[in-house]
């Protein structure tokens, strides 16, 4: 591992140290800003004791990362034009990274410090378009190229979405149990799982709730753990490799521990994209442009004269296949034939996509464009293992402190009356199906956004209402994190640029 970081000065690799010490800081906190989802529920309901629960949450969180995949890491990444990532200098890419940090840093202990449930994955990708935007204006590019706009754009969309799919789905679960559950007693409603633990206290002398409601209440709780392990883990993943990539490209713009077989299967996968493209070319004009394997632009080796566009992808292919042409390792490759590698494979991946999403394209087809877009990623998508365990070991230690304040709102502060046994598993089941669909799809989402969200659903539906001044400052705090986290971010890149 030691030999990827051998070209760095001295300077540099302890910057980079730094840097990767703040990612694990960043990391940390995620973990307790946002254990309080996981733990609340169980605590307020009183499944379990209050270092239990927090040290459950811990360990599921450890192998929530462990186990997440990096479809939501590299969504982050990528939310970033690859040319920022790889046409920058050492100290440009320190300078890209630690505006990222300091912005999502200060903006995550802001609002834990008060107790408000905020959005690290907000803070973080409002960071990123921030540092995106300033960038821009310091190099004269255009907005639209300094952003991944569709990126950007499934991104948000599906941060928006996700709570108010929380708030729904957890008051219909909460609806629908009551309404299949509930058995009358002598005219009353008495089903114990509706019962706060006061309530249930008053009736039966004990808090703890009935063996089987706790036994899915501890489930449902692991499950938001994992999850959010699982999605907001691979963020931290996503940051160390973009610290990596921008900082020591060299060893890690492409996977320098690729075996032969996952070149050769890259390789082929160039080819059938290759023979893909020529047999259905008449109907793909529109996307790849006119042009044949015979009379494309023969200048394929100019390699800093290359652009990524849909219209040139046979040109695109002619470079792919000159650079995987009997390559079986890449440290045969120089350093600016591993960066065309990364720029290469990407757009080709970016255009078959594309391609897959056309209306005409059939299902068999959509199907087989996927997989070879997944054989063309599995080099330059991946993530070292030691970065996987620093990230679950930091997200892991972070879930052991400084959970309370955020608890004590969403078990608190959000509903106008205690949180039911029903309401607990509503919420927590509602937050661990959502963000584990999620991660699936490799969509980042506000763990802390969907189960306040999912919360205040049950809350609406079964518990009386919500509290108008703490949903008022959730709410503002949501739409507030965004353009101040943009604003931070681009102000600190900018002063940072001042003074390189």
Known sequence: MFHLFSDLDIS?????????????????????HDTA????????????????????????????????????????????PTDLLLNVSSYHGLAMVFSILFAAIIWNLGTWYLGIPASSSHTLIGSIIGVALANAFLTNTSVIEALNIPKMISILLSLIISPIIGLLLAGLMIFALRKMWV????????????????????LYGKKKPPFWIRIMLIISAAGVSFSHGANDGQKGIGLLMLVLIGIAPAGFIVNMNASTYDIANTRNAIHNIEEYFIAHQNDL????????????????????????DYSNSFTTLNIAKSLFNNLSDYETLSVEQRAQTRRILICLSDTVNHIAKQTDIS?????????????????????????????????????????????????????????????????????????????????????????????????????????GKTMKSIALTWILTLPISIILSAVIFWLAQMLI
């Open 363 to 467: 299902k068999q087809d959509r199907a087989y464009l996927t997989a070879l877009k997944n054989d063309l990623l599995v080099t330059v998508e991946y993530a070292p293992i030691w970065i996987i365990i620093a990230v679950a070991s930091a997200l892991a230690v972070g879930t052991m402190i400084g959970w309370r304040r955020v608890a004590i709102t969403i078990g608190e502060k959000i509903g106008k009356k205690g949180m039911t046994y029903a309401q607990g598993v509503c919420a927590q089941v509602t937050t661990a199906f959502s963000i584990g669909i999620a991660s699936f799809t490799g969509m980042p989402v506000s763990t802390t956004q969907v189960l306040s969200s999912s919360v205040a659903g049950t809350m609406i539906v079964d518990g009386g209402g919500v509290q």
């Open 12 to 32: 540099t690799l302890m910057l980079l140290a730094i840097a990767l010490l703040f990612v694990l800081f960043y990391e940390a906190i995620n973990g307790f």
């Open 37 to 80: 989802n996981a733990v609340a529920t169980v605590i307020y309901t009183k499944a379990l004791k209050e270092r239990l629960a927090v040290l459950m949450a811990s360990i599921f969180n450890f192998f929530g990362v462990l186990l997440g995949g990096l479809s939501v890491a590299y969504a982050i990444v990528h939310l970033l």
């Open 285 to 308: 004009n529109v996307v790849i442009g006119k042009q044949t394997t015979l009379n494309s632009d023969s200048n394929v080796t100019d390699l800093t004269q290359y652009h990524c």
């Open 183 to 202: 058995k009358k007693k002598s005219g009353k409603k008495r089903e114990r799982i509706f019962m706060t633990p006061e309530q249930r206290e008053k």
